[in-house]
């Protein structure tokens, strides 16, 4: 019931920062808690950061605390993810997800993913 596409990713030098945007149709998006997860090959898909239904409860992974922040606008059906003092570690393809509620794992809905490059 809920279609979700990211953007927001590209080429970025180590040090600097980008946000990536989630939008959500298609269903009640507003009742669903949002998740961000990143895969690099040969690795399975991690967590990064989740916000609950009323953007009152975040969650971070240990890798990204103190420099990324997930952030939801109900509103406008959007979820955010602001990435700070990037660094080439954090080189992935980022997937937003969505389910009823926070899942560090596999999640009802998925975006299509996005491509972060963390190079100098």
């Known amino acids: 019931q809920v279609q979700l596409v990211e953007s927001g990713g590209g080429l970025v030098q180590p040090g600097g920062s980008l946000r990536l945007s989630c939008a959500a149709s298609?269903?009640?998006?507003?009742?669903?808690?949002v998740s961000w997860f990143r895969q690099v090959p040969g690795k399975e898909r991690q967590f990064v950061a989740a916000?609950?239904?009323?953007?009152?409860?975040?969650f971070y992974s240990d890798s990204v605390k103190g420099r990324f922040t997930v952030s939801r606008d109900n509103a406008k059906n959007m979820a955010y993810l602001q990435m700070n003092s990037l660094i080439p570690e954090d080189t992935a393809v980022y997937y937003c997800?969505?389910?009823?509620?926070?899942?560090?794992?596999?999640?009802?809905?998925w975006g299509q993913g996005t491509q972060v490059t963390v190079s100098s």
């Open positions: 916000i609950d239904w009323s953007g009152g409860s975040t």
């Open positions: 298609g269903g009640t998006f507003s009742r669903l808690a």
């Open positions: 997800a969505a389910d009823v509620h926070i899942r560090y794992g596999p999640n009802d809905y």
